[in-house]
T-cell receptor, first 117, second 113 residues
Framework: DAGVIQSPRHEVTEMGQEVTLRCKPI?????LFWYRQTMMRGLELLIY????????DSGMPEDRFSAKMPNASFSTLKIQPSEPRDSAVYFC???????????????FGDGTRLSIL | TQLLEQSPQFLSIQEGENLTVYCNSS?????LQWYRQEPGEGPVLLVT?????EVKKLKRLTFQFGDARKDSSLHITAAQPGDTGLYLC?????????????FGQGTELSVKP
């Protein structure tokens, strides 16, 4: 079975440019999470969706960051304009809630390594 | 403020040694998960513990959930170079039913042959 698919795997761009990261969750999963990972701050939750609706975006650093989930099989995280301090590995993860309303583990993609010069 | 304190942050040991990683919080979790992450990949689930006092074993790895569901530990017996990686604990707050996990800072483990 295909896991969570992220693209691109690597992105290098100059500051001020728009960056779009893409994620395809596992089919049937109704939760989608975007994380950022750095050495200094570890794994930080940016935003998460349930049934395509944003539930908690309190982790989004500032207005330069935005995320959308137009349908159950696709989500984007956009940074505009990008800055060098946005350099990090960005992960997408998906999960589902079972019939007993227990949250199942999160399945992570392999991440996008973003470098802003 | 880190809700889930993980220690140690770095651990470098020789093959065959035992080690324990700790995850502590003042908050109560409905469940706690342990993940392992290798370079260039996303975290992968090792185990989920849900009951206070629960102990789960996965080959040489032993996971324990504290009685009060505020802390957890991961013990590795006779570590091998293949155990090298970043270990992350993650808890689902009892007050949050929304699927959100709180991650610890991680423990970078290096096992030298």
């Amino acid at each position: 079975d295909a896991g969570v698919i992220q693209s691109p795997r690597h992105e290098v761009t100059e500051m001020g440019q728009e960056v779009t990261l893409r994620c395809k969750p596992i089919s049937g999963h109704d939760y989608l999470f975007w994380y950022r990972q750095t050495m200094m701050r570890g794994l930080e939750l940016l935003i998460y969706f349930n049934n395509n609706v944003p539930i908690d975006d309190s982790g989004m650093p500032e207005d330069r960051f935005s995320a959308k989930m137009p349908n159950a099989s696709f989500s984007t995280l956009k940074i505009q304009p990008s800055e060098p301090r946005d350099s990090a590995v960005y992960f997408c993860a998906s999960s589902f809630r079972d019939r007993e309303y227990q949250n199942q583990p999160q399945h992570f993609g392999d991440g996008t390594r973003l470098s802003i010069l | 403020t880190q809700l889930l304190e993980q220690s140690p942050q770095f651990l470098s040991i020789q093959e065959g040694e035992n080690l324990t990683v700790y995850c502590n919080s003042s908050s109560v979790f409905s469940s706690l998960q342990w993940y392992r992450q290798e370079p260039g990949e996303g975290p992968v689930l090792l185990v989920t513990v849900v009951t206070g006092g629960e102990v789960k074993k996965l080959k040489r790895l032993t996971f324990q959930f504290g009685d009060a569901r505020k802390d957890s530990s991961l013990h590795i017996t006779a570590a091998q170079p293949g155990d090298t990686g970043l270990y992350l604990c993650a808890g689902a707050l009892e007050s949050n039913q929304g699927g959100k996990l709180i991650f610890g800072q991680g423990t970078e483990l290096s096992v030298k042959p």
